[in-house]
C-alpha cells in the first residue's frame, strides 16, 4: 500500500504493480530509502534507491522512473 496509498506513490507506475517499502537511514530524517520490486505477480526488477539532503527528489520518485524506463523496453524472450 505504500505505492497505491501510502509514502511511495511517486514510484506509481501506470500499467504496472509496484510493490516497495519506505525508511530511513541513520540518525538525520533527510537521509530516505526505497526499496521495490515489479512486477507484482511475476517480479522481473528489484529497485532500490537513497536520498540524502534536505531538499531534492525523494527515492521512491527516482524508482518510479526506473521502473518507467524499464518497461519501455522491449521483452527478451527466455530460454525455451
Known amino acids: 500500500e505504500a505505492v497505491t496509498r501510502g509514502t511511495a506513490r511517486d514510484a506509481d507506475?501506470?500499467?504496472l504493480?509496484?510493490?516497495g517499502?519506505?525508511?530511513?537511514?541513520?540518525?538525520?530524517p533527510w537521509e530516505r530509502k526505497?526499496?521495490?520490486f515489479a512486477p507484482l505477480s511475476a517480479p522481473r526488477w528489484i529497485v532500490a534507491a537513497r536520498t540524502a539532503g534536505r531538499e531534492g527528489?525523494?527515492?521512491?520518485?527516482?524508482a518510479g522512473r526506473v521502473f518507467r524506463?524499464?518497461?519501455?523496453?522491449p521483452r527478451v524472450p527466455g530460454p525455451s
Open 21 to 28: 517499502k519506505t525508511g530511513s537511514l541513520g540518525e538525520a
Open 57 to 62: 527528489a525523494s527515492p521512491a520518485r527516482i
Open 17 to 19: 504493480e509496484v510493490a
Open 34 to 36: 526505497f526499496a521495490a
Open 13 to 15: 507506475v501506470e500499467g
Open 69 to 73: 524506463a524499464l518497461q519501455s523496453l
